[in-house]
């Protein structure tokens, strides 16, 4: 248990600083653009994030994040989704749209690439167990194999490093890539949806607590598929 908790800790530290320092140049700019404003009102940390993601820079955060997560970023995009679909931001629709062009861009970009197995190995949470399940799904699926991605816990990014080792015809990849990726995004905009009535007044006041809930969570389940295939 001791343990357990130790790892936990080790872990919850990690997704916190590489989630903070991601956020990190997208708040500074949106700060640095409206600082009058802020420091005549001094809005509190709710009204701030909710002001932030009606933003240019949330939509540069969003489309950056998901990008960065087909190639080599190890936070899944529906985190940052999540946190907005419980705040009092009237654009939701569009930021999934800007999710899907990062993820468009992305995946270019990790075809482009094409990294090495070794290269994959070497970047955060990617393991050869991975790697293997993602060569057993597109030999026994082909293109379609890239419909395990969103519930299988293997990163996307192990996805698109593998999937030119089999010939594919890549437009259609990424239109199937986005297409299991919306299956996703569905099912949790479903289960926010249907929790929002019941706690959007207590997340209205402490966006902060939803923030490091979600990572709570988040920390959990990046170790349970750790533990799976490391």
Not at 209 to 220: N, R
Request: charged share 10%.
């Amino acid at each position: 248990m001791v343990d357990l908790i130790a790892s936990f800790v080790i872990n919850f530290c990690i997704v916190f600083a590489a989630i903070v320092l991601f956020f990190a140049p997208f708040v500074a700019v949106f700060w640095y653009r409206h600082r009058t404003e802020i420091a005549l009102k001094r809005p509190h940390f709710n009204y701030f994030m909710e002001k932030f993601f009606h933003s240019t820079e949330s939509n540069a955060l969003v489309a950056t994040w998901a990008a960065a997560e087909a190639v080599i970023w190890f936070v899944i995009p529906e985190f940052l989704l999540i946190l907005i679909m419980f705040m009092k931001v009237r654009r939701k629709v569009q930021l999934v749209i800007y999710d899907i062009i990062g993820t468009v861009v992305g995946t270019i970009i990790a075809l482009a690439l094409h990294l090495s197995e070794s290269s994959l190995l070497s970047l955060p949470y990617v393991y050869q167990g991975m790697i293997t399940h993602v060569n057993q799904w597109f030999s026994e699926y082909g293109i379609f194999g890239i419909f395990f991605q969103p519930f299988s816990g293997v990163p996307y990014k192990v996805f698109n490093a593998v999937a030119l080792d089999y010939g594919f015809f890549i437009p259609f990849f990424i239109v199937l890539a986005v297409i299991a990726r919306m299956i996703r995004y569905l099912i949790v905009y479903e289960i926010t949806k249907a929790l929002y009535p019941f706690v959007h007044r207590f997340v209205r006041k402490h966006y902060a607590i939803l923030f490091i809930v979600a990572m709570a969570i988040f920390t959990m389940l990046l170790m349970k598929v750790s533990a799976t295939y490391a």
